[in-house]
DNA sequence: TACAAATGAATGGCGATTCAGTCACTGCCC
DNA sequence: GGGCAGTGACTGAATCGCCATTCATTTGTA
């Protein structure tokens, strides 16, 4: 019987490894000897080298979405919780910078991984966007005169790039000082006032 | 004395393969079997696979960023070039459905491409964009209190993220139809009026 | 004839995946 | 207690398919 520990200790490895040379010059040996076992043990885990990638992103994902969900579950209204979300969505890149360079750099192969496998886990997060967005328009905090989804796309694409731009500029400044200009242009929008 | 017209039947038929198979499930014979000519030939044009991708890419990267900034230099002022910013890059898009494949999906290869190659070419479409963000705050159409960096990479990730959903969703609306409410997103804020 | 361009079959390397063994335990019987 | 299977996880060297790249040869043309 795996150990169901192995399991999280070669994900983990993989991430590692990933994180440092990128996944198509990762080999799975490299893997292996990062977690400390035979390169023939991960297969006991995992039925091919994508697999990792594709189990990787969704756990990482799920739990990302899980976690971001409570936080601003305690927020009091929707305007709390938008600049929360987008607050501790730059936090956590920024705790996690492997995992960071992972996802913002790595993990956007093509066909194989943004369509099919992961589509699941990105909706998920995009539920919980639209689902704040929801909260707001109907206190009447947001206005109601746009298209719930191209808000909903617009603000995971600005958060997914300023992430990815940190990543690519070497992290080198801190990511989550940006998170209340980013929230400002979102809420107050960039024409200067009549 | 290599043809300088068959480099470019190359790059055209790279594209097209790229969009349907992917680059890593694309074989170079593949490609040469689209272009009509044998795969021996290509390596007289370019010098390994990754190489046909990055030029690819910046090729059509610099020529995008060239007829943008002269499509809006014709525009009067800062607001009017910024939405027309927006609607262009939609459209092109749309009118190059192979191109806006590769380049939304395939062309996200890690280290290989994001880093290193085909930094320049993306700075100079950052470039275009702060320069009328510039120009607006200068003229007192947009807001002096907002990072000008941040607001470039904010509005360039949010259109990047439209197309790539649209590019996901296999393209099955009009992606043009969304620029309006893209371009009031960040003009104006998602906020009601107080 | 001479030179450049194009060809495409053959090569070579790489690395994911496999699988025949090894190892570490556990329980069982004498 | 101690030999003795039985079980299943683990190992890592060997395999094997794939395909980018090469280059001896052919084709075209001046």
């Given at each position: 019987?795996?150990?169901?520990?192995?399991?999280?200790?070669?994900?983990?490895?993989a991430?590692?490894?990933?994180?440092?040379?990128?996944?198509?010059?990762?080999?799975?040996?490299?893997?292996?000897?990062?977690?400390?076992?035979?390169?023939?043990?991960?297969?006991?885990?995992?039925?091919?080298k994508?697999?990792?990638?594709?189990?990787?992103?969704?756990?990482?994902?799920a739990?990302?979405?899980a976690?971001?969900?409570?936080?601003?579950a305690?927020?009091?209204?929707?305007?709390?919780?938008?600049?929360?979300?987008?607050?501790l969505?730059?936090?956590?890149?920024?705790?996690?910078?492997?995992?960071?360079?992972?996802?913002?750099?790595e993990?956007?192969?093509?066909?194989?991984?943004?369509?099919?496998a992961?589509?699941?886990?990105?909706?998920?997060?995009?539920?919980l966007?639209s689902?704040?967005?929801?909260?707001?328009?109907?206190a009447?905090?947001?206005?109601?005169?746009?298209?719930?989804?191209?808000?909903?796309?617009t603000?995971?694409?600005?958060?997914?790039?300023?992430?990815?731009?940190?990543?690519?500029?070497?992290?080198?400044?801190?990511?989550?000082?940006?998170?209340?200009?980013?929230?400002?242009?979102?809420?107050k929008?960039?024409?200067a006032?009549?």
């Amino acid at each position: 019987m795996p150990e169901p520990d192995k399991h999280q200790q070669i994900i983990d490895a993989a991430v590692r490894v990933f994180a440092r040379n990128g996944y198509y010059n990762s080999r799975v040996s490299d893997i292996a000897k990062e977690a400390g076992i035979a390169s023939g043990t991960i297969y006991l885990y995992f039925k091919t080298k994508d697999e990792i990638l594709v189990t990787l992103f969704r756990e990482k994902m799920a739990s990302f979405v899980a976690y971001l969900g409570e936080a601003i579950a305690r927020e009091p209204d929707a305007l709390a919780k938008l600049r929360r979300l987008i607050a501790l969505h730059f936090q956590i890149l920024e705790q996690n910078p492997d995992m960071a360079e992972v996802v913002q750099v790595e993990l956007r192969q093509g066909h194989k991984f943004f369509r099919g496998a992961s589509a699941a886990e990105v909706t998920a997060y995009f539920k919980l966007i639209s689902s704040v967005l929801e909260e707001g328009v109907a206190a009447g905090l947001f206005r109601d005169d746009l298209p719930l989804k191209t808000v909903t796309k617009t603000l995971f694409g600005a958060m997914d790039q300023m992430a990815t731009s940190w990543i690519l500029g070497k992290r080198s400044y801190k990511l989550s000082e940006t998170a209340d200009a980013v929230a400002d242009i979102f809420l107050k929008g960039l024409a200067a006032k009549p």
